[in-house]
């Protein structure tokens, strides 16, 4: 087996090469490895007396942790808590001691709409007091102040960390090179395996979930800094050395505002984080629109849900709206002798609103609290709606269920459930050496290896079928839509906008409707993530077909191509770097998805993640999560080098 | 300015009132507020709901918490949350004497009895003659094949960590059927108001009391009938070299917990908590409110409050 990869030279880089050695090398290791496990039991199912009961020792170290860090960890919650109820008293719960009413209603509504006016005029003031209006209208008021007020709280301490992280790792590439492989283990890693180790450290309730939401947004914030830091112009630097700047002016007075955009961008994607986690966080005991969304869902009360989820996207959307216009916005100047209420015109607008807002409140209560008979509902035809498609567009969609079982899941299925361990785990390396040499031949044999021999070997293949089927499903409808869009102009814009709906809806939403045309089966699993991963497909190769330059297709027009020839042997070539890290983005997406639809109802990682929550079985989620992370960071390297490779190839970069 | 005056002195009267009720409480309990657990399924929020508000009558400090139902014995037996309306035998003993083992309080039984085991939609008694015998359901297996299942029959089963044992019940009485576990609740229902829109054969876990009584017609299998020994002792019931062979307990227990603290901070309102007692036409009731009247929870408990006077007043004795 060796020998025959020895002859393979590797990393040697020409830009017409044989596929022979390879071939052959992979024939080999596949025969050869498939038939040591015929012989050798062992090497074809890693024997449970040989796992390393890892997840024990993690479950118990973090028991012992939250033992001993108690005194510490109840502190932090505790300090932790003190601007959470703050800004929850303000928000809707008001002081009843001192009888304080929360603000009205009107007045944050008015209050986001002059924050709206502030950052970028009258357009996006309207824009974002809509929206936020809508969430008084449909009644959904007080949790939606809930869950704003955890991420008013969460923004800030994740942006302020992320900072303080950032600006370590640009002043030691040490910190810089831990901290980003940290990152990258953190961001695979699914949401939801954060909350267990949570919970033993931190019990239940919003402070425990403000700080799981706290570490999975972080990461953005403390890359953008770094980038930011890293591309401010020497030119800048120079004139602030030269103007004699200590180290600490410099970072403050000049790097920090030259990289003021990346750091915004930095803000919007904690934001974005953020209002990812909420629903995940109230598995935790976060009370608010997410805990509302769930119980909905068991209610089978869908259209309530979609309300509820709508008003997530919209929190979502006005603040992305907000931090996205606020890196562009002109700070306005003031000639010298303005007085202060017109330099603070908007503060002085906002606190007139509010005062009167409080003080009719008081005369008329719906200012405060909208009264419920007031209030809208879109749910009752939702509900129907989807009762409708599930009882009659059945007949059409059991037979295509019905085949894809048969003919695609179930096969893929069968073949990685017997695959034995060194197959996979060798094939995915002879892949890695093919690509980049021997680093990248061990990445796989280190991350797919670790998981194995904690045990959770089925369960993992498993996950790695489900993927797969995914990606398949992914490719076959993503590719071509965003071909086709990227003929049609008009067209891209409508699949844009599906694309966008698509990702920032609340995914819990899409199980139910799934589930009633489905049933409980891997194939809702399927196409439950299938519903977000194939987005960067789409999206990927309508770049990539963009980007085809203008006079390449000229060129292939004037050699007399017909349509056909010059989509698959001009543009597809040109393009598909760009649509391979599209795929590799739809397997980010399916991973990300996995322990989501697990509450459908499946044997993979993600189920081991959502088993371990309920009696806080920290080494089980940790582990089954970082398995998950493990499959994307693998497919990640090899993608990655494969699309370097061909672009170097095509002489690209 | 008689309204005036009536409306102060209904205002004066009402402060005094609850001053009052506060001080009686107060006397002996703490005033931090009572932590009660909400969980997700609607006749437990409804009923965590009336009894907070039955303790606010009584002038104490409420403060619902949801939580997972297996994650809140955690909390319970750290004194992070206070009371649990609702502790089913079936699918939370395990936990819970491993909650009362570290401290947690159990604060009695309800008069209600709970049963979890395979149910069926009513219509399946014309498709299946025989129903709700299993023998019956059996020889009908292969109306509930699927692609995934081939000739075998589907029983949608609870999630796989529930310690139901329908897969060993299945091999010990011979049944042509698999399991197909769900990942929660919700994904049950969402089976069940499917196949029940299309009139479709399936069979699936479901449990009483619940709110599914309420909005759809069914029954449970019967198989044959539980005994301690059929856990245990493989020579007991049909098959004899197997345990599992006999359906699930008919009568569980339905009970409510309490955390360490709870005797300790508030021993008047613990008194008041044990004595909290009700009946299964209670729950469902409870439960309908929701999900059938469409009220929020919060409503629900209003109503729930102010058509069980009788009830509750019994309590507070």
Same mark, same amino acid.
């Given at each position: 087996?060796?020998?025959?990869?020895?002859?393979?030279?590797?990393?040697?880089?020409? +830009?017409?090469?044989?596929?022979?050695?390879?071939?052959?090398?992979?024939?080999?290791?596949?025969?050869?490895?498939?038939?040591?496990?015929?012989?050798?039991?062992?090497?074809?199912?890693?024997?449970?007396?040989?796992?390393?009961?890892?997840?024990?020792?993690?479950?118990?170290?973090?028991?012992?942790?939250?033992?001993?860090?108690?005194?510490?960890?109840?502190?932090?919650?505790?300090?932790?808590?003190?601007?959470?109820?703050?800004?929850?008293?303000?928000?809707?719960?008001?002081? +009843?001691?001192?009888?304080?009413?929360?603000?009205?209603?009107?007045?944050? #509504?008015?209050?986001?709409?002059?924050?709206?006016?502030?950052?970028?005029?009258?357009?996006?003031?309207?824009?974002?007091?809509?929206?936020?209006?809508?969430?008084? #209208?449909?009644?959904?008021?007080?949790?939606?102040?809930?869950?704003?007020?955890?991420?008013?709280?969460?923004?800030?301490?994740?942006?302020?960390?992320?900072?303080?992280?950032?600006?370590?790792?640009?002043?030691?590439?040490?910190?810089?090179?831990?901290?980003?492989?940290?990152?990258?283990?953190?961001?695979?890693?699914?949401?939801?395996?954060?909350?267990?180790?949570?919970?033993?450290?931190?019990?239940?309730?919003?402070?425990?979930?403000?700080?799981?939401?706290?570490?999975?947004?972080?990461?953005?914030?403390?890359?953008?800094?770094?980038?930011?830091?890293?591309?401010? +112009?020497?030119?800048?630097?120079?004139?602030?050395?030269?103007?004699?700047?200590?180290?600490?002016?410099? !970072?403050?007075? #000049?790097?920090?505002?030259?990289?003021?955009?990346?750091?915004?961008?930095?803000?919007?994607?904690?934001?974005?984080?953020?209002?990812?986690?909420? #629903?995940?966080?109230?598995?935790?005991?976060?009370?608010?629109?997410?805990?509302?969304?769930?119980?909905?869902?068991?209610?089978?009360?869908?259209?309530?849900?979609?309300?509820?989820?709508?008003?997530?996207?919209?929190?979502?959307?006005?603040?992305?709206?907000?931090?996205?216009?606020?890196?562009?916005?002109?700070?306005?100047?003031?000639?010298?002798?303005?007085?202060?209420?017109?330099?603070?015109?908007?503060?002085?607008?906002?606190?007139?609103?509010?005062?009167?807002?409080?003080? !009719?409140?008081?005369?008329?209560?719906?200012?405060?609290?909208?009264?419920?008979?007031?209030?809208?509902?879109?749910?009752?035809?939702?509900?129907?709606?989807?009762?409708?498609?599930?009882?009659?567009?059945?007949?059409?969609?059991?037979?295509?269920?019905?085949?894809?079982?048969?003919?695609?899941?179930?096969?893929?299925?069968?073949?990685?459930?017997?695959?034995?361990?060194?197959?996979?785990?060798?094939?995915?390396?002879?892949? %890695?050496?093919?690509?980049?040499?021997?680093?990248?031949?061990?990445?796989?044999?280190?991350?797919?290896?670790?998981?194995?021999?904690?045990?959770?070997?089925?369960?993992?293949?498993?996950?790695?079928?489900?993927?797969?089927?995914?990606?398949?499903?992914?490719?076959?409808?993503?590719?071509?839509?965003?071909?086709?869009?990227?003929?049609?102009?008009?067209?891209?814009?409508?699949?844009?906008?599906?694309?966008?709906?698509?990702?920032?809806?609340?995914?819990?939403?899409?199980?139910?409707?799934?589930?009633?045309?489905?049933?409980?089966?891997?194939?809702?699993?399927?196409?439950?993530? !299938?519903?977000?991963?194939?987005?960067?497909?789409?999206?990927?190769?309508?770049?990539?077909?963009?980007?085809?330059?203008?006079?390449?297709?000229?060129?292939?027009?004037?050699?007399?191509?017909?349509?056909?020839?010059?989509?698959?042997?001009?543009?597809?070539?040109?393009?598909? +770097?760009?649509?391979?890290? %599209?795929?590799?983005?739809?397997?980010?997406?399916?991973?990300?998805?996995?322990?989501?639809?697990?509450?459908?109802?499946?044997?993979?990682?993600?189920?081991?993640?959502?088993?371990?929550?309920?009696?806080?079985?920290?080494?089980?989620?940790?582990?089954?999560?970082?398995?998950?992370?493990?499959?994307?960071?693998?497919?990640?390297?090899?993608?990655?080098?494969?699309?370097?490779?061909?672009?170097?190839?095509?002489?690209?970069? | 300015?008689?309204?005036?005056?009536?409306?102060?002195?209904?205002?004066?009267?009402?402060?005094?009132?609850?001053?009052?009720?506060?001080?009686?409480?107060?006397?002996? *309990?703490?005033? *931090?507020?009572?932590?009660?657990?909400?969980?997700?399924?609607?006749?437990?929020?409804?009923?965590?709901?009336?009894?907070?508000?039955?303790?606010?009558?009584?002038?104490?400090?409420?403060?619902?918490?949801?939580?997972?139902?297996?994650?809140?014995?955690?909390?319970?037996?750290?004194? @992070?949350?206070?009371?649990?309306?609702?502790?089913?035998?079936?699918?939370?003993?395990?936990?819970?004497?491993?909650?009362?083992?570290?401290?947690?309080?159990?604060?009695?039984?309800?008069?209600?009895?709970?049963?979890?085991?395979?149910?069926?939609?009513?219509?399946?008694?014309?498709?299946?003659?025989?129903?709700?015998? /299993?023998?019956?359901?059996?020889?009908?297996?292969? $109306?509930?094949?699927?692609?995934?299942?081939?000739? $075998?029959?589907?029983?949608?089963?609870?999630?796989?960590?529930?310690?139901?044992?329908?897969?060993?019940?299945?091999?010990?009485?011979?049944?042509?059927?698999?399991?197909?576990?769900?990942?929660?609740?919700?994904?049950?229902?969402?089976?069940?108001?499917?196949?029940?829109?299309?009139?479709?054969?399936?069979?699936?876990?479901?449990?009483?009391?619940?709110?599914?009584?309420?909005?759809?017609?069914?029954?449970?299998?019967?198989?044959?009938?539980?005994?301690?020994?059929? /856990?245990? *002792?493989?020579?007991?019931?049909?098959?004899?070299?197997?345990?599992?062979?006999?359906?699930?307990?008919?009568?569980?227990?339905?009970?409510?917990?309490?955390? $360490?603290?709870?005797?300790?901070?508030?021993?008047?309102?613990?008194?008041?908590?044990?004595?909290?007692?009700?009946?299964?036409?209670?729950?469902?009731?409870?439960?309908?409110?929701? *999900?059938?009247?469409?009220?929020?929870?919060? @409503?629900?408990?209003?109503?729930?409050?102010?058509?069980?006077?009788?009830?509750?007043?019994?309590?507070?004795?």
């Amino acid at each position: 087996m060796t020998d025959v990869v020895v002859r393979e030279p590797a990393g040697r880089m020409s +830009p017409v090469r044989s596929l022979t050695p390879p071939l052959v090398a992979f024939a080999a290791l596949i025969a050869i490895t498939v038939l040591l496990a015929q012989l050798f039991p062992p090497l074809n199912d890693w024997p449970d007396g040989w796992v390393v009961p890892i997840r024990y020792w993690v479950t118990e170290a973090f028991a012992w942790l939250g033992e001993v860090a108690k005194p510490i960890t109840r502190a932090i919650a505790w300090v932790l808590a003190k601007p959470l109820a703050f800004v929850e008293a303000v928000l809707y719960r008001g002081v +009843p001691d001192w009888k304080v009413q929360p603000l009205p209603w009107v007045a944050v #509504v008015a209050g986001v709409a002059i924050l709206g006016h502030w950052i970028a005029g009258r357009r996006l003031a309207w824009f974002s007091g809509i929206c936020t209006a809508y969430l008084a #209208v449909f009644g959904l008021w007080p949790e939606s102040m809930q869950t704003l007020s955890i991420v008013l709280v969460t923004v800030p301490l994740a942006a302020a960390t992320g900072l303080g992280l950032g600006i370590w790792a640009t002043r030691s590439a040490r910190a810089e090179r831990i901290l980003n492989s940290v990152f990258d283990l953190m961001q695979a890693t699914p949401h939801m395996a954060y909350l267990a180790p949570v919970v033993v450290l931190f019990g239940f309730g919003q402070v425990p979930a403000m700080l799981a939401t706290l570490v999975f947004a972080l990461p953005p914030m403390a890359r953008c800094t770094i980038l930011g830091i890293k591309t401010v +112009p020497s030119d800048i630097l120079e004139a602030g050395r030269m103007s004699g700047c200590t180290p600490r002016q410099l !970072l403050w007075k #000049v790097e920090i505002p030259a990289a003021q955009r990346t750091l915004l961008l930095g803000l919007n994607q904690v934001v974005m984080q953020t209002l990812a986690m909420v #629903v995940i966080a109230s598995l935790v005991g976060a009370s608010g629109l997410g805990q509302k969304l769930l119980f909905s869902l068991q209610q089978l009360q869908i259209g309530k849900a979609v309300e509820q989820g709508i008003a997530i996207t919209l929190i979502a959307i006005v603040l992305d709206r907000l931090t996205h216009a606020a890196m562009n916005r002109v700070p306005q100047r003031h000639p010298a002798g303005t007085p202060w209420y017109r330099r603070h015109a908007h503060l002085v607008t906002f606190l007139a609103v509010a005062a009167v807002a409080i003080l !009719l409140s008081r005369v008329i209560p719906g200012i405060g609290v909208l009264p419920r008979d007031m209030t809208l509902s879109f749910g009752a035809p939702i509900n129907d709606g989807v009762r409708w498609i599930s009882k009659n567009l059945f007949a059409y969609v059991k037979p295509v269920r019905d085949t894809l079982t048969i003919w695609l899941l179930l096969p893929i299925r069968d073949f990685f459930l017997w695959l034995p361990w060194p197959t996979f785990i060798g094939t995915l390396a002879l892949i %890695g050496w093919y690509l980049g040499g021997v680093r990248l031949a061990l990445v796989p044999v280190a991350l797919m290896g670790f998981i194995m021999i904690a045990g959770f070997w089925t369960p993992l293949m498993l996950t790695v079928y489900l993927v797969t089927c995914c990606t398949i499903l992914a490719v076959l409808i993503g590719v071509p839509t965003g071909i086709w869009a990227s003929r049609h102009p008009r067209g891209a814009r409508v699949v844009n906008t599906v694309c966008d709906t698509l990702q920032t809806f609340p995914s819990f939403i899409y199980l139910i409707p799934v589930i009633m045309l489905f049933q409980t089966s891997d194939l809702s699993n399927v196409i439950a993530m !299938l519903a977000y991963a194939t987005v960067p497909a789409v999206r990927f190769t309508y770049l990539g077909m963009t980007l085809v330059p203008q006079a390449t297709i000229e060129a292939a027009i004037a050699s007399g191509t017909t349509p056909r020839q010059r989509l698959w042997k001009v543009e597809m070539p040109i393009a598909f +770097p760009e649509i391979l890290l %599209g795929i590799n983005q739809t397997i980010m997406m399916a991973l990300a998805m996995v322990a989501i639809t697990a509450l459908i109802g499946s044997r993979d990682l993600g189920q081991e993640i959502y088993k371990a929550l309920p009696g806080a079985d920290t080494g089980r989620g940790l582990i089954a999560g970082i398995g998950i992370a493990f499959i994307g960071i693998t497919a990640d390297r090899l993608i990655g080098a494969w699309a370097k490779r061909r672009k170097r190839e095509l002489g690209l970069v | 300015m008689l309204k005036f005056q009536s409306l102060t002195r209904a205002v004066l009267l009402g402060a005094g009132v609850s001053a009052a009720a506060m001080s009686a409480a107060r006397a002996e *309990d703490s005033s *931090d507020p009572i932590k009660i657990v909400m969980n997700n399924w609607s006749s437990q929020v409804v009923l965590a709901n009336v009894v907070g508000q039955l303790l606010e009558m009584q002038g104490r400090a409420v403060e619902y918490v949801p939580s997972d139902t297996q994650l809140q014995y955690t909390a319970l037996a750290n004194g @992070d949350m206070d009371f649990q309306i609702e502790v089913w035998e079936g699918s939370q003993a395990e936990a819970f004497d491993k909650a009362v083992a570290a401290g947690a309080l159990d604060l009695g039984a309800h008069d209600a009895v709970t049963r979890e085991d395979w149910w069926y939609p009513s219509y399946l008694n014309e498709v299946c003659p025989g129903l709700p015998d /299993w023998k019956a359901l059996d020889a009908c297996a292969e $109306k509930f094949a699927t692609a995934e299942t081939g000739t $075998k029959g589907r029983f949608v089963g609870p999630p796989a960590d529930w310690g139901k044992h329908y897969s060993e019940r299945i091999q010990a009485l011979g049944m042509n059927f698999q399991e197909v576990p769900v990942g929660q609740a919700a994904t049950l229902w969402a089976e069940l108001q499917a196949a029940y829109d299309r009139k479709e054969p399936v069979v699936l876990f479901n449990w009483t009391p619940n709110f599914i009584e309420a909005k759809f017609e069914g029954q449970f299998v019967e198989f044959p009938a539980f005994d301690p020994a059929c /856990w245990t *002792d493989p020579k007991w019931g049909q098959n004899p070299d197997a345990i599992y062979d006999c359906g699930a307990p008919a009568k569980g227990y339905l009970k409510k917990a309490g955390s $360490k603290q709870l005797a300790e901070k508030w021993p008047s309102a613990t008194e008041f908590l044990k004595k909290v007692n009700l009946t299964n036409p209670q729950f469902a009731a409870a439960a309908a409110l929701v *999900d059938v009247d469409g009220l929020t929870p919060e @409503d629900a408990a209003k109503k729930w409050i102010a058509d069980n006077e009788a009830t509750w007043k019994a309590w507070m004795q």
